[in-house]
C-alpha cells in the first residue's frame, strides 16, 4: 500500500482497474479497501463509494485471486448495484430474486458478484455462507447499527477473508451503532461492549445518557480500518458540475389517474374557501 501511494502521489500509478479513470481519491480509497482487507468506507454521499469497491475488488481478484464476491444491499438499490458492475467490470453477476425454490437454484449457480437484499441475509445465511465468498461488501451498513435486530445478527454470521463496509453516516444517534458496524469488521477491534460503553459514554445518577468521552482513543482505534472524506477535502480533484435536465412525457397508464386527480385540483383551487378536509385533498 505505501508504495502504491508513494506512486500515486508522484502521478506515475496506472493500475488499470476499470475503464474509466479513477479520481485520486477514488484511486486511494481503492487502495485502501484493498490492502487493509476488512475496512469501513466513511465518503459523503455522492463521492464515488460503489465505484472505488469495484475497483478495490478488480484489485483483489488481481493480487489475492478472490473469485466470490458477495454484495449485501438494501432492496431499494440491489438493482443499481448490478447496473454498475455491468457498466464498469467483465465480470458475472447475479442478483438473487423469487421464492426460496427459485433462490435455491440460484444459489447453485456459478457467478463472480451476487447481490442480495438485507432480509434475504436473514432466510439465506446457510446458502451464502455454503457459497464460501471472499468478499462480502456491505452497502448502507448503517442497516445493522442495532446489533440486537434480527438482521445485524444474521449478518454478522457470514463469514469471509475480506470485508467492505460502505456508510456515508457511521454514527447517526449513539455511539452504539458505531460499535456495531465495527463489530462485522473486527470484533476484537473495540474489545467487549460493556468495557467499551463504560469508557466512552457519561451518565448521570439515573443512569441516562448526558455525553461521550475519550472520543480520541475510539478514532485512534478506528484509524487502520476507517476512511473518510467529505466533499471539501476532495473538491479541487472534481470536474465542474454539469446538469442535465431531462423532460419525461406520461405513460399512456399513468395520464389517466394524473388527469382525474389534476380536474380534481382545479375545483378545490376554484373554491373561495377551503375547509380543512380541502386543503388535505389538495396536499
Request: glycine share 6%.
Amino acid at each position: 500500500e505505501a508504495d502504491w501511494l508513494a506512486r500515486l502521489e508522484a502521478g506515475t500509478l496506472d493500475l488499470n482497474l476499470l475503464p474509466v479513470k479513477l479520481y485520486d481519491y477514488q484511486l486511494r480509497g481503492a487502495l485502501f479497501l484493498a490492502c487493509r482487507g476488512r475496512s469501513i468506507l466513511g465518503d459523503d454521499m455522492g463521492l464515488g463509494k460503489t465505484i472505488q469497491t469495484l475497483a478495490a475488488v478488480e484489485l483483489l481478484a488481481r493480487e489475492r485471486g478472490v473469485g466470490r464476491v458477495l454484495v449485501v444491499a438494501p432492496a431499494s438499490v440491489k438493482y443499481q448495484w448490478e447496473g454498475e458492475i455491468r457498466r464498469f467490470t467483465r465480470r458475472a453477476v447475479q442478483v438473487i430474486e423469487g421464492g426460496p425454490d427459485d433462490r435455491r437454484d440460484q444459489y447453485a449457480a456459478a457467478t463472480f458478484y451476487r447481490l442480495v437484499n438485507y432480509e434475504q441475509v436473514v432466510r439465506d445465511r446457510d446458502a451464502i455462507n455454503d457459497w464460501r465468498p471472499d468478499v462480502i461488501v456491505l452497502d448502507e451498513a448503517q442497516r445493522i447499527k442495532n446489533w440486537e435486530s434480527k438482521t445485524s445478527k444474521a449478518v454478522k454470521k457470514l463469514r469471509s477473508r475480506y470485508a467492505i463496509v460502505l456508510t456515508g453516516t457511521p454514527l447517526e444517534n449513539k455511539l452504539e451503532e458505531l460499535y456495531s458496524i465495527v463489530q462485522f469488521v473486527d470484533e476484537r477491534r473495540f474489545g467487549p461492549a460493556f468495557q467499551f460503553l463504560h469508557d466512552h459514554r457519561v451518565l448521570d445518577d439515573a443512569g441516562n445518557l448526558v455525553g461521550y468521552r475519550n472520543l480520541d482513543t475510539i478514532r485512534e482505534r478506528l484509524g487502520p480500518i476507517f476512511l473518510r472524506r467529505t466533499r471539501a477535502e476532495v473538491l479541487t480533484q472534481l470536474p465542474e458540475r454539469t446538469d442535465n435536465t431531462v423532460f419525461v412525457e406520461l405513460a399512456d397508464e399513468q395520464r389517466p389517474p394524473y388527469d382525474e386527480q389534476r380536474t380534481a385540483l382545479a375545483r378545490l383551487l376554484a373554491k373561495p374557501y377551503l375547509s380543512d378536509i380541502d386543503r388535505k385533498r389538495v396536499l
